[in-house]
């Protein structure tokens, strides 16, 4: 019997001393050019490939660039402007054509910190944008995880399938020969027939199965996938998992849709300070030089004049129609509605663990129970099978036999799946992909 950790049969492989050595350099060559794919290799050709991935790193740039603007905010003001003026005619102060060429560089010296707090906010928003980043990429790890692990359970129940096809194909030569010779009823060789062609239209599902669940990991990797080529070596060995302490924690400190959530949290904070600002007075300096002339193209006039100009301009609101107290109140509320979202987060969070913890361990249950259903099955099998040719037992004893094992493997293979599923979701628990 197969190994129960591994329901697929693996080829066997042969050495012919006899080969010559320029043809086993093509082999090599050959199967070179057909690698095999793991779970990380197709994760990270996800990563590549995907348009959403694309979509956030875009975001990340717009945070970054946000960032950069608040920042640009404590860089000076420099303008510089060209006039040109037609007046029906002379005044005392003005010729009707003249010009004027004017440059000034302003800085603010105290703004209430709003800035400060600006460029606060924007940096938090920008790490929680980086956060949001890699939360999506932990979900598309975790996808194909599950898309990949789906794959390897339809194809050990296409293997299973079409062992139940050869096994009841035998049984129906073995019965047809002993109906032939007098040794079983019609009745028998019948029932075997109709179990034969329900394994065959059951092979051919599972076969449909195999083929529709490598079409959905090639849509999580915008890839083409060969399922001969993925090697599933992450299932040789059943996965270990810590305690519900130590996952609780680690979800905490790494899980990143929390930390986005939190860097948005005290990005609003830093919002609520900014708005504030507006109840503190502004300080400008500027400094400004202007230069008039009599005619409408500068410096081609009779008359020309300098003006330099050093301004110190403060300035604070005493009442806008209690605007600034609204709007400190608005920012508030936006901190709080933040904080339920996070503990909400949490919350939902720490449930779903809890829950993925209890069903690793009833997927661990039914492992065992499984391996040993499997040992005991096949032995029915082969108890059923020698009554069967003795004329002790009938059909019907037979083919309940072999439905017995086929469904022992498919419980095994079920168990697996639903073992390793939920240690993966346990990884993306704690971002551990």
Excluded at 318 to 332: C, M, Q
Excluded at 412 to 421: K, Q, T, V
Aim: glycine share 4%; aromatic share 10%.
């Amino acid at each position: 019997m197969a190994k129960l950790t591994d329901i697929i049969s693996k080829s066997k492989v042969y050495h012919y001393p006899a080969i010559p050595f320029y043809f086993i350099v093509i082999l090599l060559m050959l199967s070179g050019m057909a690698q095999s794919e793991s779970l990380s290799e197709l994760q990270e050709k996800a990563i590549a490939n995907r348009r959403l991935v694309e979509k956030y790193r875009l975001d990340v740039e717009k945070g970054q660039l946000d960032e950069t603007i608040a920042r640009n905010a404590f860089l000076p003001s420099v303008d510089a402007a060209y006039t040109a003026n037609r007046l029906d005619e002379d005044s005392m102060s003005e010729n009707s054509e003249n010009s004027a060429l004017a440059g000034s560089i302003t800085y603010n010296i105290f703004s209430g910190f709003k800035k400060t707090y600006d460029l606060q906010s924007a940096e938090l928003v920008k790490k929680s944008k980086d956060y949001e980043l890699e939360s999506i990429i932990q979900d598309i790890k975790y996808s194909v995880a599950a898309r990949y692990l789906d794959i390897f359970g339809k194809k050990n129940n296409l293997k299973v399938a079409e062992d139940e096809y050869k096994l009841l194909k035998k049984r129906y030569e073995d019965a047809n020969n002993m109906y032939h010779v007098g040794l079983t009823k019609k009745n028998d060789l019948l029932k075997i027939q109709v179990e034969l062609d329900n394994a065959e239209q059951n092979m051919k599902k599972a076969e449909a199965e195999l083929t529709k669940s490598v079409n959905r990991i090639e849509l999580e990797t915008n890839s083409a996938v060969d399922p001969a080529e993925l090697k599933f070596n992450e299932f040789d060995s059943r996965p270990e998992v810590k305690s519900s302490s130590l996952y609780e924690s680690e979800m905490l400190e790494k899980r990143s849709d929390i930390k986005a959530v939190e860097m948005v949290l005290q990005a609003k904070h830093a919002a609520v300070e900014s708005v504030r600002a507006a109840y503190y007075p502004s300080v400008d300096i500027s400094g400004s030089y202007k230069k008039y002339g009599d005619n409408y193209i500068w410096g081609q006039g009779s008359e020309s004049e300098d003006e330099i100009r050093v301004q110190l301009t403060a300035k604070m609101n005493l009442f806008n129609g209690y605007k600034t107290d609204d709007a400190v109140k608005k920012a508030h509320i936006d901190v709080k509605m933040v904080e339920n979202d996070l503990y909400e987060l949490k919350q939902n969070l720490g449930t779903e663990l809890k829950n993925t913890l209890l069903d690793y361990d009833v997927a661990l249950k039914n492992l065992k129970v499984a391996e040993s259903s499997i040992s005991q099955a096949d032995e029915n099998l082969r108890i059923t099978d020698v009554s069967f040719k003795e004329g002790v037992e009938t059909a019907a004893e037979v083919l309940d036999a072999i439905f017995y094992l086929s469904r022992a493997k498919y419980n095994f293979i079920n168990a697996r799946n639903e073992l390793f599923l939920d240690y993966y979701k346990l990884q993306r628990m704690i971002n551990g992909f």
